[in-house]
């Protein structure tokens, strides 16, 4: 069954070809079935097709990419309000299988109401897949001296040059600045004059910039577990860092107050540290614990981190590998681009270091940002699509939700982006742990759903409390 969690997870593994050249006009899109998913039994609940936009949308008469949209058709199709296009982040995942999966994930509401329609973003899904070599162990990201980090600068300057040289020329034009004229194609093709939108965590940025773009012709936007485009690499990496050690707090108080924690009547910082020490002494290249409870944290699964560190505290560390995300070859093209992560030196890193350790002790500061920002050290130039202030000034109010305590988008960059477009927002802050926060229980839920039905906001923002 296709599962839509905190990240939505591609299945597709196509790689893409040659582009062709593009038309003199842009047609509708063509609709037929889907093809089956040899890893579901269900068959596809909705229809499959594809758009084809410029490469380079400064050059709409050179050559074209093909881009793979799905849709789930309105149930009530005689109350149908439209369009919500969706996108479930990563970057990475397909907005395809999003919408085909629309039947776990959305309210009967919802689906009555609205043509559920899903893009793969260039280099996700069936849209020109990027797939990097990623077998040559790399250096570790904590380069000690200045000897580790030019090894470490070294090697993805090679990384990224070489999963550039594959993925061409797609590589050149993915971030999500494209993407998000991408988006308004797809708007045109399906002969809406406004789309509603729903995106989650990378999802988010593409929806602040589509409404940057296009905001007269957005109609309702929910953004859940929000990007913040304008941190620099301090922030985008201690920001990071100080939400995850604050999450693992509140794991801590769950295992004091829950008799089933495997930890429970336990010391659980003090455990974590052994439990830390424990997996320092194993031959991996970096301690792997810390990868491994952040990705429990998304959910979160409390019950797994407690007995991941009990287990390796006593020296048995459970056998499954650590955790990897799913986009460790498009974010070479996509965060690369949209963040300015280029590390000049190795005192400029030492520094961001200490400040990820003095804001995140527990975590050691091991969390995404840490992990995009070492991965994008070696990318050249400025980044294609640079960091900046939300400007919003045409697009109806969004409604923006946040966990308060969201290990991968902290609550601060929320409030930061609330901040910048108090006219333009309403905040929804689910007072609970996890990575997602939508579809959390009744209240969001009936929150995001009343704002998408109706097109009407909180005059307030709202919280709604933990479950």
Known sequence: MRVFGAVLVSAFLLAGGTPAVASTSWSPITWAACPDDPDSPEPPDGE?????????WDRPWGPALDLAVARHRA???AHRLGVLMIDGGGPGSSGAEFALASSHVFSPEILARFDIVGLDLRGTGRS???????????????????????????????????????????????????????MDA???????????????????????QYAER?????????????????????????????????????????????????????????????????????????????????????????????RVIAETATGQPPMRAQFQYNYRSIRLAVVCQDFDLRIGSFAQYSALRAEEL??????RGRTIGHYEATTCLGAAGPPANPP????????????????????????????????????????????????GAFSRTPCTRTTVDHYLLTQEAPRHDVSCPAA
């Not at 399906?190 to 789309?195: A, M, R, S, T």
């Not at 003095?358 to 975590?363: D, G, N």
């Open 48 to 56: 499959c097709g594809t758009l084809r936009v410029p490469l380079d």
């Open 75 to 77: 149930t009530d199709p």
């Open 128 to 182: 020109a897949f990027i797939e990097c070599d990623d077998t040559i162990t790399p250096p570790s990201d904590e380069p000690t001296d200045r000897a580790e980090f030019e090894a470490l600068r070294q090697y993805s300057r090679q990384a990224i040059a070489d999963c550039r040289a594959r993925n061409q020329p797609v590589f050149d034009h993915a971030d999500t600045g494209v993407n998000a004229r991408d």
């Open 186 to 208: 797809v708007r045109r093709a399906l002969g809406e004059d406004k789309i509603s939108f729903l995106g989650v965590s990378y999802g988010t940025l593409l929806g602040q």
């Open 214 to 306: 296009y905001g007269d012709r957005v109609r309702a936007m929910v953004l859940d577990s929000t990007i913040d485009h304008s941190v620099d690499i301090r922030r985008f990496m201690g920001d990071r860092a100080a939400a995850a050690d604050e999450l693992f707090r509140q794991f801590a108080a769950w295992c004091d107050r829950t008799a089933t924690c495997a930890l429970h009547g336990r010391d659980v910082l003090a455990t974590w540290k052994q439990a830390l020490v424990a997996a320092d002494q194993l031959p991996q290249a970096h301690n792997w614990l810390p990868d491994r409870v952040f990705s429990d944290m998304y959910g979160p699964d409390w019950d797994d981190v407690a």
């Open 358 to 363: 003095r804001r995140s002790p527990l975590m």
């Open 388 to 435: 900046h202030r939300l400007n919003i000034s045409r697009a109806p109010r969004i409604l923006l939700a946040n966990s308060r305590f969201d290990p991968a988008t902290p609550y601060a960059w929320a409030v930061n982006i609330h901040r910048q477009a108090p006219a333009n927002t309403t905040l929804l802050t689910y007072e609970g742990s996890g990575h």
